[in-house]
């Protein structure tokens, strides 16, 4: 998913309350159980076509189907442990059913293989739809401001504006 035009900002308004907080508690949800080891509660988060994209050097994760078989080995062989942890949630409903996320990431991981932690400090930009059975997330891409000692050099960039800062 490419960041939005900086035309279209998220606005705060206090309609849909709801279903903000619906959206924001499946980013909740990702990251409890992410982080306690439970690919198969991650996957009913998500639609049944979602695309998760962690990052330039892995291959996107594509529908619900594959996500426990995708993220399973990497929480049982690469991280001993993580703790992720979401903020700054900010929606835009783009239709009566569908809703730009971004929600900034802070992720820590302890890893199997070697004794440094590492870090990632990014967001999540997402896609949320309105199914049958409530709120899911239909895309989520994953990028990143810095990361250090992270098992990845490549990340996706957040899309920050550049600026001239000659002085």
């Known amino acids: 998913m490419e960041p939005r035009p900086r035309s279209e900002p998220f606005s705060y308004t206090r309609d849909r309350v709801d279903d903000r907080l619906e959206i924001a508690d499946l980013l909740h949800r990702y990251a409890y159980h992410f982080d306690r080891n439970e690919p198969e509660h991650i996957a009913p988060l998500f639609t049944d076509d979602a695309v998760i994209d962690y990052g330039p050097?892995?291959?996107p994760i594509r529908g619900r189907e594959e996500i426990v078989g995708r993220i399973s080995p990497g929480l049982e062989h690469i991280?001993?442990?993580?703790?992720?942890h979401v903020s700054n949630v900010l929606v835009r409903?783009?239709?009566a059913d569908?809703?730009?996320v971004v929600a900034y990431v802070y992720a820590w991981h302890r890893y199997h293989e070697r004794s440094e932690v590492g870090h990632l400090w990014g967001q999540y930009?997402?896609?949320?739809?309105r199914t049958d059975t409530g709120w899911r997330l239909s895309e989520l891409v994953l990028r990143a401001v810095a990361v250090?000692?992270?098992h990845r050099d490549r990340m996706h960039p957040?899309?920050?504006r550049e600026t001239n800062a000659n002085p």
């Open 98 to 100: 569908a809703a730009d």
């Open 125 to 129: 930009h997402l896609r949320a739809r």
């Open 57 to 59: 050097d892995v291959a």
């Open 93 to 95: 409903f783009v239709a």
């Open 79 to 84: 991280f001993a442990a993580t703790s992720h």
């Open 158 to 160: 957040i899309g920050r």
């Open 148 to 150: 250090t000692d992270f």
